[in-house]
């Protein structure tokens, strides 16, 4: 089968096409013939700068769509030929991956396989941060940095759902903009954001910042809190030093500072995010949240889409073609 590794991290043009072994599922997974396979940001820090990267070569690839192949010992209710999304643990650049059958989901009602794999981690990840971990209220205002992207054009409009007083966004370009505004966001803003959330808010700030960037964007979103405001971060897409956030800052207004990891949790705590999945496919099925497939490559041009990513002009979700 054809697969898309790295030998070496760098830039898109490490991306290679191999020749491989097709995969058999071990106990507790399930192979699966990819059909679609989402890219995600994590894909360029793992080819870049070795993000959750075990070993040399790698096959990047989070996520997919497609259809059971094999099923391998101790896993029930899934089946040969059923049609799937599956969070993966990398391998999903492929034209056949595997995958722990409980990060395995079968297509929602109505979802088809090329929205199927833009589900798996953007969705349950913008669904915990602003409802898990972020536990946010009606009538509460949200800071989103990177919201023209996956997991931003999925925030927007959860929030805006879920009855955010305002959904405030932070975009790198004025095209960006005009695209998350068209996603639930109410005000979006083009670079600087500190002293414009201000104004916005007319000085108090917002009730939840949620920050994939870290840095000094992240010291941003926190100087933007309201009194008892939460931050999640949930990236480090600067590759900023980690953050340390201590007594002085979180005292005397009384803030939180919390952090989310699908990948974590899915080792972690499997069932719950089971749970947290399942309820937000459901925001995808009844239409609360739709989440634009703005570009598709074939799977021998993952490094296109790498670049597209990389230079930060890509907005919604970009998905690599296998076999639709
Ligand atoms: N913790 C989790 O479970 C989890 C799950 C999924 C994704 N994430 C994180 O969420 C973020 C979005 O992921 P995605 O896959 O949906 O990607 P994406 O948003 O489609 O694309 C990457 C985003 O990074 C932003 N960005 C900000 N600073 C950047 C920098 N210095 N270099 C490059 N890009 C920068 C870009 O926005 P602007 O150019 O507009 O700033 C762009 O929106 C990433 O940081 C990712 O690691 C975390």
Do not use: C
């Amino acid at each position: 089968m054809r697969a898309v590794e790295f030998q070496e991290y760098g830039g898109p043009e490490v991306l290679r096409v191999v020749e491989a072994e097709v995969p058999e599922p071990g106990p507790g997974q399930v192979s699966i013939d990819v059909a679609y396979v989402g890219v995600n940001f994590a894909d360029l820090k793992a080819r870049s700068e070795g993000y959750r990267v075990p070993s040399l070569p790698f096959r990047p690839g989070l996520e997919v769509s497609g259809r059971i192949r094999a099923v391998g010992a101790d896993v029930e209710g899934l089946e040969v030929g059923q049609e799937v999304a599956a969070l993966t643990e990398g391998g999903a650049y492929a034209e056949v991956t595997v995958a722990d059958a409980v990060t395995v989901f079968p297509l929602p009602e109505g979802v088809d396989l090329r929205t199927g794999a833009t589900l798996p981690t953007v969705v349950p990840t913008a669904y915990a941060l602003l409802h898990t971990v972020g536990r946010l209220q009606p009538g509460e205002t949200v800071l989103v940095q990177g919201a023209a992207g996956g997991v931003g054009t999925v925030l927007g409009q959860l929030a805006k759902a879920a009855g955010a007083g305002a959904v405030y966004g932070v975009v790198s370009a004025e095209a960006k903009a005009k695209y998350a505004l068209d996603h639930g966001y109410d005000e979006v803003f083009v670079g600087s954001f500190a002293q414009e959330v201000r104004v916005a808010t007319g000085g108090r700030g917002v009730d939840l910042a949620l920050d994939p960037v870290g840095g000094e964007t992240l010291r941003g979103s926190l100087a933007s809190l309201a009194p008892f405001g939460r931050l999640v971060s949930f990236g480090n897409a600067s590759s900023a030093e980690p953050w340390t956030v201590g007594q002085p800052e979180l005292y005397p207004t009384g803030l939180s500072v919390a952090g989310f990891s699908i990948l974590g949790l899915a080792k972690t705590a499997p069932a719950a995010l089971r749970e947290i999945a399942e309820r937000a496919f459901r925001t995808v099925v009844d239409g609360t949240v739709s989440l634009p497939v703005t570009a598709e490559f074939g799977l021998a041009e993952a490094e296109e889409a790498h670049r597209l990513m990389g230079t930060r002009s890509s907005t919604g979700k970009l998905l690599l073609r296998v076999a639709g």
